[in-house]
């Protein structure tokens, strides 16, 4: 007869919950690696505002000890009149 009506075509349980529990089992994952993501860049984002504050300190520090630190004499070059 070639009668296929009896054929699950694209009907078939075990690929419909199979699809869905995969995309959000999929989901899940993506959403975890997403969140440990945004956490590592938090982290890196801490630590750089860290060390940019860190920096200014020893910059600030270093021009302190080059204002106070110099003595007049230090300035001079020897084979210049002063």
């Keep these: 007869e070639h009668n296929l009506d009896w054929f699950p075509r694209m009907r078939a ?3 419909v919950s199979s699809d869905g529990e995969g995309e959000q089992n999929e989901l899940r994952s993506l959403q975890e690696k997403l969140e440990s993501t945004m956490r590592l860049v938090s982290n890196l984002t801490n630590q ?3 060390l940019k504050e860190q920096m200014t300190e020893q910059r600030k520090h270093k021009q302190r ?4 630190g110099n003595p007049a004499h230090l300035n001079i070059n020897p084979q210049q009149p002063a």
């Design 65 to 68: 000890i080059g204002l106070l």
């Design 13 to 15: 349980m075990s690929l």
């Design 48 to 50: 750089l505002t860290e």
